[in-house]
């Protein structure tokens, strides 16, 4: 039996649809810019898996801009600060007094949710549940990706541009031979224990505590369920805990002044590992990264989702020009552009995870200086805007997703595909 090969056409291949590879998606569509996105999970699994939760004010911002804003605008919840929490004591940082700006807690699978019914909506094509994703010719300019349909079809997709966007442990980014691709790499020596818990939120704002045991994060989900996480091994099996060991691992991480965390069943428990990546560089002939295939941040500086978001509105913007006035240059000035705001969020990433989570390999000298750190960062104005335009993200013309898209739709105003 012969197997048959469909041959297709669109102008951007997506591989991924995740944040970056959704909202790129529907950038695009936006500029009249066809694309079609392939995806190897089912629409079920990725509108359910439970991810990050914070987005910056800019993401927010593209969202409203682009008609994908109205249930964050409703549902998310407005969080002007956060509290950082050692010694037995929460020092709160300000966001709106510091920066002007606040963040969301909305989780990820919520803002895909949104992305998939705009780009359906839309009448966008999104293949889920594909398989044997290959990419082909990346040095020509009829670039190709190969699949199998959900249905079983085999299909040839010839594109003019292709974007990988295929998480940190996708194939796109192992396309850019290894002689041309900088992997620059940390692993942490812990990882997190993460939970949703059936319980009344324990606190207004998040908690980033950090004490002799280690690091531990109260966050939230709905008024009846919280989010929360504890440094642990990154081995750790996380189905070897009992509720009971839980509550009391995190009860001892954020104790003192009488604050109790407020504790309910645990009804979902996992350990991530925290680790730092960037690709260099972000292309290959024909194909871009973004999102994760190209950077992972450790958690703690709520970053992944938002520096997804961002680099695609870089990328769409470039892809307007270029398929729009036949101008490459923001095309080939991509991976600049991009990572200007890469390397600061890998660099806030592990400023905070350093300075609140406990090296087993420390020394009291090292415990020591954390909590002078601590005490710097929340102790002046400067330290405490340091911290606030860092986590509600750097508003830079060229970078700031908000002010990209409006740039975006300033360049095509009025033009007609
Ligand atoms: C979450 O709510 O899952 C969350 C929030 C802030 C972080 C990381 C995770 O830094």
Request: charged share 25%; with cysteine; glycine share 10%.
């Amino acid at each position: 039996m012969t197997t048959q090969t469909t041959h297709a056409r669109t102008r951007v291949g997506i591989i991924g649809a995740g944040p970056a590879g959704l909202m790129l998606s529907h950038l695009l569509s936006r500029a009249g810019i066809d694309s079609t996105v392939v995806e190897t999970r089912n629409r079920a699994t990725i509108e359910t898996t439970i991810r990050a939760g914070i987005l910056e004010q800019g993401t927010v911002d593209l969202m409203v801009a682009t008609g994908v804003g109205d249930r964050v605008r409703k549902e998310g919840s407005c969080h002007e600060g956060i509290e950082l929490r050692y010694g037995g004591e929460s020092r709160r940082i300000d966001f709106p007094s510091l920066t002007g700006r606040c963040v969301y807690l909305y989780p990820q699978h919520e803002v895909l949710k949104d992305l998939i019914a705009a780009r359906l909506g839309d009448g966008g094509d999104i293949r889920f549940g594909v398989t044997d994703v290959a990419l082909r010719d990346l040095t020509t300019d009829r670039p190709a990706v190969t699949f199998t349909d959900a249905d079983g079809t085999a299909v040839e997709l010839r594109c003019d541009l292709l974007v990988g966007c295929d998480g940190s442990q996708g194939i796109s980014r192992f396309a850019i031979p290894d002689t041309l691709r900088t992997d620059y790499f940390r692993a942490y020596p812990f990882g997190w224990f993460g939970i949703l818990t059936e319980a009344p939120p324990s606190s207004d704002e998040l908690i980033y505590a950090r004490s002799d045991r280690g690091f531990a994060l109260i966050s939230s989900r709905t008024p009846t369920v919280q989010r929360m996480y504890f440094q642990c091994d990154p081995g750790e099996r996380a189905e070897r805990w009992s509720d009971e060991r839980i509550w009391e691992e995190l009860q001892s991480r954020v104790a003192g002044n009488g604050f109790a965390l407020k504790e309910g069943p645990v009804f979902q428990r996992g350990v991530v590992p925290m680790r730092s990546y960037v690709c260099a560089p972000m292309r290959y002939g024909r194909l871009f990264l973004a999102g994760d295939a190209a950077h992972t941040v450790p958690a703690t500086g709520a970053k992944g989702l938002n520096l997804a978001i961002s680099d695609v509105a870089v990328l769409s913007q470039a892809m307007e020009r270029f398929f729009l006035d036949g101008e490459p240059n923001l095309l080939d000035s991509y991976g600049t552009t991009a990572s200007d705001r890469i390397w600061r969020a890998q660099h806030f990433s592990w400023w905070m995870t350093s300075m609140l989570h406990r090296d087993e390999s420390a020394t009291d000298f090292d415990a020591r200086r954390q909590l002078g750190e601590l005490d710097t960062v929340t102790g002046s104005e400067a330290g405490r805007a340091f911290l606030a335009e860092a986590y509600t993200g750097w508003p830079t013309a060229l970078t700031n997703p908000g002010a990209a898209a409006a740039e975006a739709l300033r360049l095509t105003a009025g033009r007609t595909p």
